[in-house]
Structures are given as C-alpha cells and as structure tokens.
C-alpha cells in the first residue's frame, strides 16, 4: 500500500449483470454492443450526474464511489428504472438486466482505488439483490430515509459469503411491491396458485471460481419462471439465503416472496 492510502467514509456501488456469461455465449457481439450502448448512454452520465467517481470496471461489474449515501441511493434507482425501460424494446432472451448493492462504510483509498470491508460488503450486497432491483445495507437505509420518497422491503439480517458479521438488508423493486414479510421459519401465506422455489446449484468442480457458473444456472432459471404469469417465484435474495448452509429445507417458509 503507498503512502498516499487514506481511510475515508464512503457510500459504494456495485453493480453486476446478471446472466452475463450466458449473455455473451448466446450473443457476444450483440451483447457486448448493447453494453457499450448502456455506459455510454445512461450508465456513465447517469454516475457522473449524481457526482459518483468510477473506481473499477471488470467485465460485466460497475465500482462506483459516492460522496453521499443519498446520492448513492438516486443514481442505482434512476439507473435501474432507466434499464426497466430499455429493456421493453428487446427480446426477453437478450435483455440485459442488472442488479446493484449500496453500503456505506469505511473504505482504503489507494492510488485512487477503494479496497477494504466497505467495498467487500457492497459487492455481496449486489449478488443478494433481486433482477433490476438494489439491495441496500441497514446503515444505508438509515441515511436515505425522510430524505427519498422511496420504500423498501425488509429482508432481515443475511450471512452474506465472505462477511464475518450477519448484515441487516433492504430490497428495492422498480415495481415498488413493499411486502411485509416476517423472518425465516415465520409462516406466511401465499398467492392462490403454484408456487415455487429454485435453490441455488451446489458448484460441483470443487473450484471456488467456478461459483458464477453454477449461481448463474440458478439465476436463469429463476428468471425464466419468473416470466410464467400463472406460477408465484421464489424471490433470488430468498432462496440463496440457504446457499451453501446445507439446511433440510423441506419445511422451511421463505421470508421474502417475490
């Protein structure tokens, strides 16, 4: 680390694509224009207009420093509602969707990089979040309440991978459904049809990094039945509550229903 590290406070965002893999497998050259619309158009402007600083891109993921948690808060939705919107005009096998996390917290800055637990918990935060939709640390809510017309859906505290600490979430929806769920175990009544719970795949090839694939079959097929309007899904932020726990979930009541 040089000198120049420093710690700050700071509200982070991060922001994934969700099925990328497969987005690129069906379609690179398609997929990969569309991307470069989407950061040109709305993803850049949209950053630099509620004053975020850019820190990394990946592939597919977005790292964005903010000054304010509220500021935070606009760009993820506006930029979420925006991608609602495009996405109306392309067929749903190619739609590009993301999902974001927001924290805020102590942060490295170094050589104009951010590392440390803060940017840790904003990218799980990101990987719990529902298609298109934001998922927001409990100290984030707290700063952005009064000061946003904007509800969010309680999800409770979550063992998010990697995170020592059990970290309390909300949920945003572009749809705007706030349901008030109770925890885990809590018994909860469900729509009048089918209803159905994908669980995440268990990543067989005992590589850690393999971890994205097997999620993204999860991920795919969530959405895929998401599409069925006579069949209730199991929310994503949900079922991977239960990833890696080796829980007997055959009599467990989901605590956030989509």
Avoid at 3 to 20: C, S
Avoid at 73 to 94: F, H, S
Avoid at 137 to 147: A, L, N, T
């Amino acid at each position: 680390m040089s000198e120049r590290a420093q710690r700050r406070l700071a509200a982070i965002f991060a922001a994934d694509v969700v099925g990328y893999s497969r987005l690129i497998g069906t379609d690179e050259t398609g997929t990969l224009a569309a991307m470069r619309a989407h950061r040109a158009e709305l993803w850049d402007p949209t950053t630099e207009m509620y004053g975020g600083r850019l820190v990394g891109t990946a592939g597919d993921s977005r790292l964005v420093e903010f000054p304010s948690a509220v500021a935070a808060v606009e760009c993820a939705v506006a930029i979420q509602r925006a991608m609602a919107k495009r996405g109306t005009e392309v067929p749903e096998d190619r739609r590009i969707h993301l999902r974001i996390g927001v924290n805020l917290g102590d942060v490295v800055v170094d050589d104009g990089d951010i590392l440390g637990d803060g940017v840790n918990v904003a990218a799980r935060l990101e990987a719990a979040a529902d298609v298109g939709g934001i998922c927001l640390s409990d100290d984030v809510v707290r700063q952005v309440q009064g000061r946003l017309d904007l509800e969010f859906r309680d999800g409770g505290e979550q063992a998010l991978k990697n995170i020592t600490r059990p970290v309390h979430v909300w949920h945003w929806t572009v749809e705007g459904r706030v349901e008030s769920h109770g925890a885990l175990g809590t018994a909860l009544a469900l729509p009048d049809k089918p209803s159905i719970a994908v669980l995440p795949f268990d990543n067989m090839s005992g590589d850690p990094e393999q971890d994205y694939f097997s999620d993204g079959v999860s991920e795919d097929i969530i959405t895929a039945l998401s599409r069925l309007r006579w069949l209730f899904v199991i929310a994503r932020s949900s079922s991977f509550t239960f990833k890696g726990t080796g829980t007997d979930t055959s009599n467990s009541h989901f605590g956030d229903l989509r």
